[in-house]
T-cell receptor, first 114, second 117 residues
Framework: GIQVEQSPPDLILQEGANSTLRCNFS?????LQWFHQNPWGQLINLFY?????KQNGRLSATTVATERYSLLYISSSQTTDSGVYFC??????WGRGSNYKLTFGKGTLLTVNP | ETGVTQTPRHLVMGMTNKKSLKCEQH?????MYWYKQSAKKPLELMFV???????ENNSVPSRFSPECPNSSHLFLHLHTLQPEDSALYLC????????????????FGPGTRLTVT
């Protein structure tokens, strides 16, 4: 199956710093999502971004599908940004219904200190 | 309520008990999913339902039994669980194109934290 690798596995920042999280995947995908899992376990959608660039406030994401990677940028980090960031991908082509499932990376644990 | 809801949020059960987890989505989606998240492991997909039909069973032991009576509700029936089944169980939903094709964003519920004693 498809492999999803996230880096770095752990990241510690001071409040106000910027960071870039990376997601590499081993095959072509038709769906890529970034999630933030808060300390209570809730997975929150950040971006649905199979290709291109999107921005939402202090967060932005870029997926270069031809090179099989995606980047999540966090600017001016805040303590509330702490948690685990997951990249998840879905592969498949029309008619291969059994392949339509999200495969998650192991996540990046982000800690933002005040 | 909006989004995806799950009940109960916490559950402690003995190995001989039978319990059920409930998930409900209020997003008009047509696909629903169960995931398991154990400590220090990636999220593992357990079951997928497209248009109320199970299309994926990711080698899950038979002590976990899913049920999807309609496109808004999903259950996970639990019986004779093992301590290693203790985990966070997450439900999600999404919209799929007709025929079970490509899916769009998945939205997750808050999860049920299960402890098996």
């Amino acid at each position: 199956g498809i492999q999803v690798e996230q880096s770095p596995p752990d990241l510690i920042l001071q409040e106000g710093a910027n960071s870039t999280l990376r997601c590499n995947f081993s095959d072509s995908v038709n769906n890529l999502q970034w999630f933030h899992q808060n300390p209570w376990g809730q997975l929150i959608n950040l971006f649905y971004i199979p290709s291109g660039t999107k921005q939402n406030g202090r967060l932005s994401a870029t997926t270069v599908a031809t090179e099989r990677y995606s980047l999540l940028y966090i600017s001016s980090s805040q303590t509330t940004d702490s948690g685990v960031y997951f990249c998840a991908v879905e592969q498949g082509g029309w008619g291969r219904g059994s392949n339509y499932k999200l495969t998650f990376g192991k996540g990046t644990l982000l800690t933002v200190n005040p | 309520e909006t989004g995806v809801t799950q009940t109960p949020r916490h559950l402690v059960m003995g190995m001989t008990n039978k319990k059920s987890l409930k998930c409900e989505q209020h997003l008009g989606h047509n696909a629903m999913y169960w995931y398991k998240q154990s400590a220090k492991k990636p999220l593992e997909l357990m079951f997928v339902y497209n248009f109320k039909e199970q299309t994926e069973n990711n080698s899950v032991p038979s002590r976990f039994s899913p049920e999807c009576p309609n496109s808004s509700h999903l259950f996970l029936h639990l019986h004779t669980l093992q301590p290693e089944d203790s985990a966070l169980y997450l439900c999600a939903s999404s919209l799929r194109t007709s025929g079970g094709g490509s899916s769009y964003e998945q939205y997750f519920g808050p999860g049920t934290r299960l402890t098996v004693t």
